[in-house]
Nanobody, 123 residues
C-alpha cells in the first residue's frame, strides 16, 4: 500500500509562484512513477503531468505544457509540481498519484491517490 500526502496549497495571489509537494511512503519511492492531477470547481478531474521512476522522463497535458513543471527527489521520497505567474484559473484541488507498475502512467493510469491540496489564486 502506498500513502501519498500533498502539501503546499493555500490562498495565493495572482503572479505568485507555486510549489506543491507530495510525500510518498509504504513502498520504495524509486519504484513509483508519479503524476499530478487537478480538479477545478465544477469541472472533472484532469491530468496535469507525470514523471518516470528515475525522473528522466516527464510528460504534460497539452493544455498545461510550458506552464507547469514536474520534478522529483528520490532521496526525499517526494514529487513536486511547480508553476510561476499564477492566474485565477489555476484554482483547483491538486492531487498526487502513484503508479507502481512503471508503465501504466504512460496511459495516465494510477493506482494510488492522495487526498488533494486546495490551491486558490486570488486576482
Amino acid at each position: 500500500q502506498v500513502q501519498l500526502v500533498e502539501s503546499g496549497g493555500g490562498l495565493v495571489h495572482a503572479g505568485d509562484s507555486l510549489r506543491l509537494s507530495c510525500a510518498a511512503s509504504g513502498r520504495a519511492f524509486g519504484s513509483l512513477a508519479m503524476g499530478w492531477f487537478r480538479q477545478a470547481p465544477g469541472k472533472e478531474r484532469e491530468y496535469v503531468a507525470a514523471i518516470s521512476r528515475t525522473g528522466y522522463s516527464t510528460f504534460y497535458a497539452d493544455s498545461v505544457k510550458c506552464r507547469f513543471t514536474i520534478a522529483r527527489d528520490n532521496a526525499k521520497n517526494t514529487v513536486y509540481l511547480l508553476k510561476d505567474s499564477l492566474k485565477p484559473e489555476t484554482t483547483a484541488v491538486y492531487y498526487c498519484a502513484a503508479d507502481p507498475t512503471g508503465s501504466h502512467y504512460l496511459r495516465r493510469s494510477f493506482d494510488y491517490w492522495g487526498q488533494g491540496t486546495q490551491v486558490t489564486v486570488s486576482s
